[in-house]
């Protein structure tokens, strides 16, 4: 009889344990891919996405944070970053020009960045030791046609070391992490850096993303997306007005529909010099919205008109774009471009990647890549990171428990319970107290 009342009480006090490692409360939800724009409670337990529902009760969570008047939407995806640091070569994006991820993505919202071809398949295994298996940020990488990557116009200018077989290759090794092919900063009149990178991205059955290099006659942007490029293909600096994306009349260049007709994806890749007033100001007035938004980051561009993914999101709503439209532009509609369907969302079962936004209203400026400058009366902050569950960014430390209210002499939030910042504990049957 004793055993079975034990029993019983074991029982009992396992029902009773949180079923959720943490909830975010009375946030207003943006998720394009459930269509969902409403607020909602989102919980979540052992890094993933449990529950999105109207009301969950707090008690069923080990953690809850107030979310409310804030905007919650999945991780922010930026498919266009530079990040191949610390070799130590000067002037080269596999060097001295990119930046190591986690010190500029959780403070964004951002969860998930694509390396834009900072690597080719000779030094992508360096690339991927030195950066990517090192970040908390997940990072993906598109290839470079280039087998040496980024490293300069003496090596990107190098048709002889552009070779779609060992791209494709090492593209299909690491198929969990590469994304897609890029092609760049080409100079010469050829299209073989575009073909070649088609070459493995089929191969690959991965997108080719094109940033197409310098201006020439014999390479015209029509010929690019009416013709070379495939569906699903990505076309990144599409608002940057350097390669005839707006004609003498002031119109956008036809060959820009031609192509979205034909599946070509748009991507902004703003950078230090790729983002144009007059071509996004005439691209919203024709409806002519972009497939995703992504900042190009780098040592320069995080310093100037860009400065990050929030800014860049920011300036987009400036121009005539929705709050909605850019968190889609930003998380659903990027996870699609880079095949990785399980990001991008709050889907029950997803990766718990999470950001927490909050809009200012206001009076603000943003500049193009020449130092114009539009007003804006919105700004998009970033209150709170999760990745795979975690607290990794805290603006306003929303996390916490006010210090007054811990016992005295406290040291450490997360003993005895889980404060969502420290690993949290395996739930498990525990012992029933002592009769």
């Not at 010469?188 to 290099?213: H, L, N």
């Not at 007054?404 to 002499?409: A, D, H, I």
Request: glycine share 10%.
């Amino acid at each position: 009889m004793r055993v079975c009342s034990l029993l019983l009480l074991a029982s009992t006090y396992v029902v009773a344990q949180p079923k959720y490692d943490l909830l975010l409360k009375g946030g207003h939800v943006v998720d394009a891919r459930n269509g969902i724009s409403a607020v909602r409670d989102v919980a979540i337990a052992d890094g993933k996405i449990a529950a999105v529902n109207a009301k969950i009760d707090p008690a069923t969570a080990l953690k809850a944070i107030d979310a409310s008047g804030l905007y919650v939407t999945p991780g922010l995806i930026d498919i266009h970053v530079h990040v191949y640091t610390g070799t130590g070569e000067k002037n080269s994006y596999a060097g001295d020009l990119s930046v190591a991820p986690d010190g500029l993505t959780f403070r964004s919202g951002v969860t998930t960045v694509a390396d834009a071809g900072c690597s080719g398949w000779r030094n992508f295994e360096d690339f991927k030791d030195r950066i990517i298996d090192r970040s908390k940020t997940r990072v993906l990488a598109f290839l470079n046609i280039v087998g040496n990557g980024m490293r300069g116009g003496r090596f990107e200018n190098n048709l002889h070391d552009m070779e779609a077989k060992p791209t494709g290759e090492m593209a299909l090794k690491y198929r969990d992490t590469v994304v897609g092919i890029k092609t760049a900063h080409y100079t010469g009149p050829e299209w073989a850096p575009v073909e070649r990178a088609v070459q493995a991205g089929t191969a690959a059955k991965i997108p080719v993303m094109v940033d197409f290099g310098s201006d020439k006659p014999e390479r015209t942007i029509a010929e690019l997306l009416g013709r070379k490029l495939r569906p699903g293909d990505i076309y990144t600096h599409a608002f940057s007005g350097l390669r005839h994306e707006l004609g003498d009349d002031g119109k956008l260049n036809p060959a820009l529909a031609e192509g979205r007709k034909r599946g070509v994806l748009f991507d902004l890749g703003f950078g230090g010099g790729s983002f144009s007033w007059p071509v996004a100001v005439e691209a919203y007035k024709e409806g002519f919205a972009l497939d995703s938004i992504s900042t190009d980051l780098h040592t320069a561009s995080m310093n100037a008109a860009m400065k990050d993914m929030l800014n860049i999101m920011s300036a987009q709503m400036a121009a005539g774009a929705k709050l909605d439209d850019v968190i889609r532009q930003s998380t659903w509609n990027p996870a699609q471009e880079i095949q990785r369907t399980e990001l991008g969302n709050l889907s029950v079962g997803s990766p718990a990647d999470v950001a927490v936004l909050r809009v200012e209203n206001g009076k603000f400026g943003y500049a193009d890549m020449y130092g114009g400058r539009m007003k804006g009366d919105k700004r998009l902050v970033c209150e709170l990171t999760l990745r795979a569950g975690k607290v990794v960014y805290d603006l306003n430390a929303i996390s916490r428990d006010d210090w007054q209210t811990l016992p005295p002499g406290y040291r450490h939030q997360g003993d005895p319970k889980w404060d969502g910042i420290s690993p949290a504990r395996p739930r498990r049957a525990a012992t029933p107290p002592a009769k």
